[in-house]
């Protein structure tokens, strides 16, 4: 959690904090497949252009008020700080055109950003804060460089 944390500094994250513990229930606290094969922390789905590789893999979708299994193109990185680095350039790349990132990129604490909705597991938030709040000591112990 303390090496997350600090990638997240590295690469000048608004909230280091709250973003490690984003990567912990994203990537299964570093032990997903895709965090292994690919570096990747927030699974952020391949975009049209990809900069990095791309990896195949199923994932679980909270669709219409249900848990569905699709398959999806993810984004690899080639180590975690890029992950980090590119979760900030997603946000301020399209807060232009998707109000929860602008509102992300303003969010006065750690709580707010993480409340503003761009996941489709709804109690994501919930459960990043319970991580953050279970873990804060670890989190605020990472050396900053």
């Not at 984003?22 to 299964?28: G, M, W």
């Not at 350039?89 to 709580?111: C, K, V």
């Amino acid at each position: 959690m303390a090496s997350v944390a600090k990638a997240g500094r590295l690469v000048g994250h608004i909230w280091p904090g709250m973003a490690a513990c984003e990567a912990a229930l994203e990537s299964e606290w570093g032990a997903s497949e895709l965090a292994l094969k690919a570096h990747s922390l927030f699974g952020a789905k391949q975009q049209e252009h990809p900069v990095y590789g791309t990896l195949h893999l199923p994932t679980r979708e909270f669709l219409n008020h249900q848990w569905v299994t699709v398959d999806a193109e993810w984004c690899e990185y080639p180590d975690f700080a890029t992950s980090f680095l590119e979760r900030m350039n997603t946000l301020r790349r399209l807060a232009g055109s998707y109000p929860p990132y602008a509102a992300a990129l303003a969010a006065a604490t750690a709580e707010v950003y993480v409340s503003l909705s761009w996941s489709t597991d709804p109690n994501r938030a919930q459960k990043c804060l319970e991580i953050y709040h279970g873990h804060g000591d670890v989190i605020a112990a990472a050396p900053a460089g």
